[in-house]
Each structure stands twice: as structure tokens, then as C-alpha cells.
């Protein structure tokens, strides 16, 4: 079988913690625009698709990956590992990197690292550790896995969560980096999140930086990791 690697990227405009969060620009550019011209930097990757709803409100999603370049895959909103099956079996992937669009620091080489690591071992999934920053990295699983949770998955916080059965079923792996870099936090779920981001943003070029240039800016304005330090990660 010829391996075909794919960045799904979940999307939707119903954030209930910072609604349309994905929309907001920063830099002349949307947050989903970011987080798509940034993963498509990633070598050992071969499609991008975003992964939205049918909702009318989405429409915008389906717009805006359209203008950078993404394919799209609308399935149910609520059931997000219905919309990673169904849009990883709509275009013939045989492994699968999540990616959250509220991510708009992901970094492309901490991607790309995590796939090899994926696709150079038996692990079921290859997942970011302790050590690197929330929102800089990424989930990779076969189609294989993906699929056995799609058909054996019972709960609604599975469905939600894309990887709760793999998890608790297959062989994860952890990938860390020699630096500790854990403390900080540069998704996009809440306010401070929204302000932390922003802030970083505005002291670079927010496409072409990586965690070199983030933590740099962060070392230098010590008073940002306060900004959002206290929100707690919602499972």
C-alpha cells in the first residue's frame, strides 16, 4: 500500500469558550489562515484537509481553507471522530496527523518530527509530551486506529476527542525535546489565551516564526507568561 500521510485539521465557528476564535486575524491574517499556510511547511506530509461541519455557520470555514489552499471534509459537528474518519477515507489517507485550529503556533518541524517518529517505529499513536509547549505540536495515528475507534468508540467524550480510544487501547509514545519547555501555553481556548497570543504575535513574524523566535519573545517580555498561565486545559 503506498503510504499517504494527511494534516487533518479540525475546525468550527462554535467555540463556546471564545466564539469564532479560528476567524480572528492577527497580523492581517486569520488564525485558520496560520494554521494552514504553517502545517503545509511540513516535508513529510502529502495533503492538508480541514475537517468542519455542515452547519450554515461554517460556511466560512469551507471559504477560507478553500483561499489557502486546503481540501474540505464537512461532517458532523459534534462528532469530530466521525469527521476524521469520514474525511481521511474521502481522500485516501493512510496515516493521520490531528491538528487543532486553534493552534496557530503550531510548529512544522515538531510536526514533522512526530510523524517520522510515528512512521519509523510500531507505536499506534505519537503524541506530544511534557516538554513541549500545548499548541505547538500534534496527534499521528494510522487510518487503521482511526477507523477501529470509529467503529468501537461508545462515548460522546470519544467521539469528541478524536484519540481517547486509541489512547486506551494502542501503544503511545510520547516525543519530547532535549529542553523543557512545558510551562508555556499558545492554544487558543480562552480570553488570556486570545491576549497571550496576540502579544507574542505582535513581536514577530507570526508565519514564518518557530519555538526558537516564541520562546525568545517570551524570555524577553516575562510579564507575558502571566497572561494566560492560570488557565486550566480543558479535556
Not at 475537517?51 to 462528532?79: F, H, P
Not at 515538531?110 to 511534557?130: C, H, Q, W
Not at 509514545?173 to 523543557?180: F, R, S, T, V
Request: proline residues 2%; negative net charge; glycine residues 6%.
Amino acid at each position: 500500500m503506498v503510504k499517504k500521510t494527511g494534516l487533518i485539521i479540525q475546525a468550527h465557528m462554535g467555540s463556546t469558550r471564545l466564539p469564532g476564535k479560528v476567524m480572528k486575524e492577527i497580523n492581517g491574517l486569520s488564525v485558520l489562515g496560520h494554521v494552514i499556510l504553517r502545517v503545509k511547511k511540513v516535508r513529510n506530509s502529502d495533503v492538508v484537509i480541514v475537517a468542519t461541519s455542515t452547519l450554515e455557520m461554517d460556511d466560512v470555514i469551507v471559504k477560507e481553507s478553500e483561499k489557502y489552499g486546503a481540501l474540505v471534509y464537512r461532517g458532523d459537528n459534534d462528532d469530530v471522530l466521525s469527521r476524521y474518519y469520514g474525511a481521511a477515507k474521502k481522500y485516501g489517507v493512510t496515516d493521520i496527523a490531528r491538528i487543532c485550529s486553534d493552534n496557530m503556533f503550531i510548529d512544522p518541524e515538531i510536526v514533522e518530527k512526530e510523524i517520522a517518529v510515528f512512521l519509523e517505529n510500531d507505536y499506534d499513536l505519537v503524541t506530544s509530551g511534557s516538554t513541549i509547549p500545548l499548541g505547538l505540536g500534534t496527534e499521528v495515528f494510522s487510518f487503521k486506529s482511526l477507523e477501529e475507534a470509529f467503529f468501537k468508540a461508545t462515548t460522546h467524550y470519544e467521539h469528541e476527542h478524536v484519540a481517547p480510544y486509541i489512547y486506551d487501547h494502542g501503544k503511545v509514545h510520547y516525543y519530547e525535546m532535549a529542553e523543557d519547555m512545558g510551562k508555556y501555553r499558545f492554544t487558543l481556548d480562552t480570553e488570556e489565551d486570545w491576549r497571550l497570543v496576540s502579544a507574542v504575535a505582535s513581536k514577530l513574524n507570526s508565519l514564518e516564526c518557530d519555538l526558537k523566535d516564541i520562546i525568545d519573545v517570551m524570555e524577553k517580555n516575562p510579564q507575558f507568561y502571566e497572561i494566560n498561565k492560570n488557565v486550566e486545559q480543558r479535556l
